[in-house]
């Protein structure tokens, strides 16, 4: 599983022109089932996105499609993590992280 942070790279006024490129490909990955969970970060212009487990090179691929990534208004920073804990109603999360 990934933690992919959404960093910033150009003004607001740049990025929010974008913004409803952006919003349908995060709607479209949810769909897909590689978006887990997405959402900003407090008090500051950062998002964050949570991916279901695949290989690293395949995240990288999927990031580089963001339309804010490809118009390099954005970048993205990327954890990898295995969850070997869940809150029970995160039980099928666990699971699906551990096939």
């Known amino acids: 599983m990934y933690i992919a942070l959404l960093k910033l790279t150009a003004t607001v006024e740049e990025v929010d022109l974008v913004l409803p490129d952006h919003a349908e490909w995060l709607a479209a990955e949810h769909e897909r089932g590689r978006f887990l969970a997405s959402g900003r970060v407090h008090r500051d212009a ?3 996105i949570l991916i279901a ?5 395949r995240v990288d691929a999927l990031l580089a499609t963001d339309p804010l990534v490809v118009k390099r208004l954005a970048r993205y920073e990327v ?3 295995d969850a070997t804990r869940t809150a029970p109603g ?4 666990n699971e699906a992280v551990a096939s």
């Open 79 to 81: 954890i990898q993590f």
């Open 53 to 57: 487990g695949m290989p690293r090179g």
């Open 46 to 48: 950062a998002r964050v």
């Open 90 to 93: 995160m039980l099928a999360l």
